[in-house]
């Protein structure tokens, strides 16, 4: 049972930035593939990122591509989402879990909301 606890949102205009966080206890991150997911209002939540164990390769979708940025500090057990030159579209609840997901999984965080203003 893997519980993500992720922080950093909150509302910015249109071009600005942000900075999210993943953290996690009793478990280390450590050989882990994880993403982040956004859920829009109405719509699905769909992955946005999915970085490799090592931090490299790191998969994009294309509306993030270019924009966002994913990291990780394993020694301090978090991963990062930079996010850059944000829309009002990037508007959602951002959550991070392991990557590709299973279609078992429900072990959702708490995820932290974005709201991006035009």
């Known amino acids: 049972h893997l519980q993500f606890v992720e922080s950093g949102g909150g509302l910015v205009q249109s071009g600005e930035s942000l900075r999210l966080s993943c953290g996690a206890s009793g478990f280390t991150f450590r050989g882990l593939t994880l993403g982040w997911f956004r859920q829009a209002p109405g719509k699905e939540r769909d992955g946005i990122s999915c970085?490799?164990?090592?931090?490299?390769?790191?998969w994009y979708s294309e509306s993030v591509k270019g924009r966002f940025t994913t990291s990780r500090n394993t020694a301090e057990n978090t991963m990062f989402l930079q996010m850059t030159s944000l829309k009002p579209e990037d508007t959602g609840v951002y959550y991070c879990?392991?990557?590709?997901?299973?279609?078992?999984?429900?072990?959702w965080g708490q995820g932290t909301q974005v709201t991006v203003s035009s």
């Open positions: 970085q490799a164990s090592t931090g490299d390769p790191t």
């Open positions: 879990a392991p990557c590709p997901l299973d279609s078992t999984y429900n072990d």
